[in-house]
C-alpha cells in the first residue's frame, strides 16, 4: 500500500491525472443524461448549437474544486479556479465540437490500445509515464508502476481512487482521439514543388526603383475631417476586416481612506502610554511582542538597523528608550538592552563586474585591462556609481553597482566573500577580485561588523479607523445616491473642488482590475452584468480595501454585435488616410516633368528616394519602410515603366522601376519547402483544423463576463 499512498500524496498526479478523469466522468455522465441546453437561465455560452447553463457549468466547476480540494488538502486559489473553468469549458468544447470530427474520420481507440498506454512497455502513453519517473533522475519505475495497476485491476485501491482511476481510462480514450486527429492532419501536410519555387522567386527575385514618396503623416490630421457618416459607411463596406471584442470604459471617482489628523492624534497617544510600558516592562521583549502590530527580532543585526536607529543607538544607555521613529505609516520605539558578539560578520559593498566575452585567454585578459582602466579611474576621483551604471554587467548596474548587505557565511562565493571580508573600514578595495563570473571591482560602503543589537522594539501602524473609514464611506455614499447616470456623475464632480473623474478605457472582460485599481473584479463583472446600460451608475460603492469607487460605465462594445463605434479610432485613421490620398494623387498627378520637378513642384513633404536589389519578401523602401502595396507594385512593374501616383499602406508614391534580376531556375526547391514548413509550423495544418472546426462550432464563450 506504500504506493497507493504516495499516489495519494502526489500533487501531479491528483490535480493532474486525476483532473481529467474527474472531468471526463462528470461530463460524460452529465451529456449521457441530456442535462445541458437552455433552461431560460442565463447562459455561460454555446457549443454548436448546445446552449451551455450557468447554473448547471457552475455545478461542473464546484465538483471539480471539491475533488481538487481533498486532492491537495486545502482551498483552491482563485488561480486554481479560474484553471478549473478553463478545463471544464475545453471538455465541454471537446465532447460538442470536435466528436463529430472523430466519427466522421473514423477515430477510435480499441481496448488493446487502451491496455498498451496504460500498462504497455512499448507505447506507455506519457501521462502515465511522467508519474512513475522519479524527476530527479528521470528513471521510469517499472515496478511501482506494475504495482499499482494490479492494485487498480484487483480493485484494492480505496474507492474513491478506484473511481477516479476508471473515469481516468475513459478520459485518456479522449485524449488518444485528439492526438490522433491532430496527426492525422499533420500527416497531410504536403508542400508542392510549385509553392516552394515562388517561395524562392520571393526571396530571391531583386528590382531596383527610384520613387517619389509623400507620406500621410506630413498631412495635418487637422485639416481632414472625418464625419460619423463616413465612419458607418465604411464599417458597412469593410465589417469583415473587423474582429468584434468585448469591452467596457469606465468612468469612476475614487475615495482614497487616509488616517486623520484624529487619527494621528489618537496614535501618538497611544505610543505614549506603550513607552511607559515598556520602559517599566519587567521583560522588554515579551511587552513588545505582545503590543507591535509588526514581528520585530529580538537581536538586530548591521542589515536591520536603521541610520537613523544606528545614531539614536550611538547616544543611549543600555535599558534606554528610543523613539518614535517613522517609516512611512510605521512608528515605532526602541529599549536598547545592550550587544552581543556574533560568529557571524555582516557589510554592505557594491562592485563593477566585467565579465570576458568569450571562455578563451585572450577574452579573459581583455576584461582584466577594462576592469584595471576602470579600477585606476576610480583611483583617480572617478564616480564608482556612474561608472557601475555605464560598465555593470549584471544586474546591480542599474543600482550604481549596489550588492546590499551580506554576511560571511556562504552567502557569496568563496573568493569573492574571502577578499572582501579581509578589508578592513570602508572605501574602495585596491585591487580586482576575480571569480568565476569575472573581474570584481568592489567598494565596501558599510564596514563589516559582527556586533548584534538587543532591542525591544514596539511598532505601530497609522491607519485610518473605523470612524474615519465610517465618515469616508458616507461622503461617498451620499454621492452615489445623488446621481443616476454618467452625465449627472460628471455634473457632481465638476461642483466639487475635492473630486476627480477618472476614467478606463476598453477594459476586458477577464481584466480583475484596471489602472491604478489592482483588485476591481467586482466593478468589471458589474460592468459586463447584462442588464446594465452605457450611462449607467452603480446602485452602490465598491469596497476595494481603504478605497471607495463610485463607478459608470461610459461605453460598451460587444464581441456578439460589433458595430462601428466599437473602431471608431481605427476607421476614423482608414478613412483620414483615404482623403489624404484622394488629394495627394489630385496633386501629384497635375504636375509635370520627372520625378525630381514633381517633388519641387509639390513642395515639403515630397521625398525622393531609391531602392537597389530589393526582394519582395524582405524589402524597406527607405522612409516608408515595410509598404506592402508599393512593393507588390514595383515588382508587377516592367523595367523602365513608370507609374501614376498611387496611395500605399503609409503614404502616396510614384514609382519607376529601374531594373530587375530573376532568380535562375534551380534543380532542388527542398531548401525552400522546408522554409515554408518552418513557417507554418510543425502542428500548422493540425492547428488549422482545429481553428477550423471551433469556429464552425460557432462557439460564444460569456465565462469572463460572469466569473
Not at 554592505?348 to 578563451?360: K, M, N, Q, V
Amino acid at each position: 500500500m506504500a504506493l497507493i499512498n504516495r499516489i495519494r500524496e502526489n500533487s501531479a498526479l491528483t490535480i493532474g491525472i486525476l483532473t481529467i478523469a474527474l472531468l471526463a466522468f462528470i461530463i460524460g455522465d452529465y451529456f449521457t443524461s441530456q442535462s445541458f441546453g437552455s433552461s431560460g437561465q442565463q447562459e455561460v455560452g454555446e457549443i454548436n448549437g448546445v446552449g451551455i447553463d450557468r447554473q448547471e457549468f457552475t455545478k461542473l466547476v464546484e465538483a471539480q474544486r471539491q475533488q481538487q480540494e481533498l486532492s491537495t488538502g486545502r482551498s483552491a486559489t482563485e488561480q486554481e479556479l479560474k484553471n478549473i473553468r478553463e478545463q471544464v469549458w475545453e471538455q465541454l468544447v471537446q465532447s460538442n465540437a470536435f466528436q463529430d470530427e472523430y466519427d466522421a474520420l473514423g477515430i477510435d481507440v480499441t481496448s488493446d490500445e487502451l491496455r498498451e498506454m496504460i500498462q504497455g512497455t512499448k507505447n506507455l502513453h506519457p501521462f502515465i509515464r511522467q508519474q512513475f519517473t522519479d524527476p530527479q533522475t528521470g528513471v521510469f519505475n517499472a515496478s511501482q508502476h506494475r504495482e499499482f495497476i494490479n492494485a487498480a485491476a484487483n480493485k484494492t485501491l480505496p474507492p474513491g481512487q478506484q473511481l477516479v482511476w476508471d473515469n481516468f481510462k475513459s478520459s485518456l480514450i479522449q485524449i488518444r482521439k485528439s492526438e490522433k486527429y491532430q496527426n492525422l492532419v499533420s500527416a497531410g501536410d504536403y508542400i508542392t514543388t510549385a509553392e516552394a519555387k515562388k517561395e524562392y522567386e520571393v526571396q530571391n527575385n531583386k528590382a531596383s526603383a527610384e520613387y517619389l514618396y509623400v507620406p500621410f503623416y506630413s498631412v495635418l490630421d487637422s485639416t481632414v475631417t472625418v464625419t460619423s457618416n463616413e465612419v458607418e459607411k465604411y464599417y458597412s463596406k469593410h465589417s469583415n476586416e473587423f474582429q468584434g471584442i468585448d469591452s467596457r470604459s469606465i468612468d469612476y471617482v475614487l475615495y482614497q481612506v487616509l488616517p486623520s489628523a484624529e487619527d494621528s492624534a489618537n496614535l501618538q497617544l497611544e505610543i505614549n502610554d506603550l513607552a511607559r510600558g515598556l520602559a517599566a516592562a519587567q521583560n522588554p521583549d515579551a511587552f513588545a511582542s505582545a503590543n507591535s502590530d509588526v514581528n520585530n527580532p529580538k537581536l538586530w543585526g548591521a542589515a536591520e538597523v536603521s541610520n537613523e536607529l544606528k545614531a539614536a543607538i550611538s547616544t543611549s544607555i543600555v535599558g534606554g528608550l528610543i523613539g518614535p521613529i517613522k517609516e512611512g505609516q510605521n512608528y515605532s520605539i526602541y529599549k536598547y538592552q545592550g550587544t552581543q558578539q556574533d560568529t557571524v560578520s555582516t557589510l554592505r559593498a557594491s562592485h563593477i563586474l566585467i565579465r570576458a566575452e568569450g571562455a578563451d585567454d585572450a577574452s579573459k585578459a581583455e576584461a582584466r585591462v577594462k576592469a584595471q582602466n576602470l579600477l585606476a579611474q576610480i583611483k583617480g576621483g572617478g564616480n564608482f556609481e556612474a561608472l557601475a551604471r555605464i560598465n555593470g554587467t549584471d544586474g546591480t548596474a542599474q543600482v550604481g553597482g549596489d550588492l546590499g548587505f551580506f554576511s560571511n557565511n556562504g552567502q557569496m562565493i568563496p573568493a569573492f566573500e574571502t577578499a572582501v571580508f579581509a578589508h578592513s573600514g570602508t572605501g574602495l578595495i585596491p585591487r580586482l577580485i576575480e571569480t568565476d563570473f569575472g573581474f570584481h571591482i568592489v567598494k565596501v560602503t558599510e564596514a563589516k561588523s559582527n556586533v548584534r543589537y538587543k532591542i525591544a522594539a514596539i511598532t505601530k501602524i497609522l491607519e485610518p479607523s473605523e470612524i474615519t473609514l465610517n465618515d469616508t464611506y458616507q461622503l461617498a455614499e451620499s454621492l452615489r445616491t445623488g446621481v443616476e447616470t454618467i452625465d449627472q456623475l460628471k455634473t457632481a464632480v465638476e461642483a466639487d473642488g475635492d473630486l476627480v473623474l477618472l476614467s478606463a478605457e476598453r477594459v476586458s472582460a477577464s481584466a480583475t482590475g484596471f489602472s491604478s485599481l489592482q483588485d476591481a473584479r467586482e466593478i468589471v463583472l458589474w460592468a459586463y452584468d447584462s442588464k446594465i446600460e452605457v450611462g449607467d451608475v452603480a446602485d452602490r460603492v465598491f469596497v476595494l480595501g481603504d478605497t471607495y469607487v463610485i463607478a459608470g460605465l461610459k461605453a460598451a462594445s460587444d464581441k456578439e454585435s460589433p458595430k462601428a463605434a466599437d473602431f471608431k479610432s481605427q476607421i476614423e485613421a482608414k478613412v483620414r488616410n483615404q482623403k489624404k490620398a484622394d488629394v495627394l494623387i489630385a496633386k501629384l498627378g497635375s504636375a509635370s516633368g520627372d520625378f525630381g520637378a514633381i517633388a519641387k513642384s509639390y513642395g515639403a513633404g515630397a521625398l525622393l528616394e531609391s531602392v537597389t536589389d530589393i526582394n519582395m519578401l524582405t524589402g524597406m523602401l527607405n522612409s516608408a519602410g515595410i509598404d506592402g502595396v508599393a512593393i507588390g507594385k514595383l515588382f508587377g512593374m516592367k523595367v523602365n515603366e513608370s507609374s501614376k501616383p498611387f496611395a500605399g499602406d503609409n503614404g502616396v508614391f510614384m514609382m519607376k522601376k529601374l531594373d530587375e534580376t530573376l532568380a535562375p531556375e534551380i534543380a532542388d526547391y527542398s531548401k525552400y519547402k522546408d522554409d515554408i514548413s518552418q513557417k507554418v509550423g510543425v502542428y500548422g495544418n493540425a492547428q488549422a483544423a482545429d481553428q477550423a472546426v471551433r469556429e464552425a462550432a460557432e462557439i460564444v464563450d460569456r465565462r469572463s463576463k460572469l466569473f
